[in-house]
T-cell receptor
Framework: ETGVTQSPTHLIKTRGQQVTLRCSSQ?????VSWYQQALGQGPQFIFQ???????GRGNFPPRFSGLQFPNYSSELNVNALELDDSALYLC???????????FGPGTRLLVL | EDQVTQSPEALRLQEGESSSLNCSYT??????LFWYRQDPGKGPEFLFT???AGEEKEKERLKATLTKKESFLHITAPKPEDSATYLC????????????FGKGTLLTVNP
């Protein structure tokens, strides 16, 4: 059974640029959630996708957007990057909405 | 708004010295309480899910318990490899299945 994978592992961008992060969910899972984790903090919920539809969103501005594909993989897009967007971005997959969410290794984003 | 507070922020133990981590929460209708372990620079690793007060779960040297207001993660005779940040999260009932996390407890076990 393949776990959750994310790409890239690390990324450096400059302020104002756009970035796309990718996530492949665990086999058999149809729900993907994205979280942002700043240094020394717990993960903060960005949004969740269930069967290609957004199913809940946290307190993040519209420049954070996402997609889920028919194979249940997902993308997180961030436009107009700000310095405070520097963080570890985590993807988690689960079966049918909720219960246990299994996390990927994360993408470390640095905005200069 | 759902809230999770973990204490202590950091805990340093000697190998074999048992202790407990605390997770206090307020949530509108608890669906589940989750414990994760996170190593530096990596994603959280699932440990336990607890659903109702009085429930207990064990895995190796770890035991998680749940009351109506808090959860404890008991670590018995820890080893250096247990060193990590332990995260607690709650999931509320309803259609939004987000996890609300605490800031975590950084556990260091010295040999």
């Amino acid at each position: 059974e393949t776990g959750v994978t994310q790409s890239p592992t690390h990324l450096i961008k400059t302020r104002g640029q756009q970035v796309t992060l990718r996530c492949s969910s665990q086999s058999g899972h149809n729900t993907v959630s994205w979280y942002q984790q700043a240094l020394g903090q717990g993960p903060q919920f960005i949004f969740q996708y269930y069967r290609e539809e957004e199913n809940g969103r946290g307190n993040f501005p519209p420049r954070f957007s996402g997609l889920q594909f028919p194979n249940y993989s997902s993308e997180l897009n961030v436009n107009a990057l700000e310095l405070d967007d520097s963080a570890l971005y985590l993807c988690a997959s689960s079966s049918d909405h909720g219960e246990t969410q299994y996390f990927g290794p994360g993408t470390r984003l640095l905005v200069l | 708004e759902d809230q999770v507070t973990q204490s202590p922020e950091a805990l340093r133990l000697q190998e074999g010295e048992s202790s407990s981590l605390n997770c206090s929460y307020t949530v509108s209708g608890l669906r589940g309480l989750f414990w994760y372990r996170q190593d530096p620079g990596k994603g959280p690793e699932f440990l336990f899910t607890l659903y109702s007060a009085g429930e207990e779960k064990e895995k190796e040297r770890l035991k998680a318990t749940l009351t109506k207001k808090e959860s404890f993660l008991h670590i018995t005779a820890p080893k250096p490899e247990d060193s990590a940040t332990y995260l607690c999260a709650v999931q509320a009932g309803g259609s939004n299945y987000k996890l609300t996390f605490g800031k975590g407890t950084l556990l260091t076990v010295n040999p």
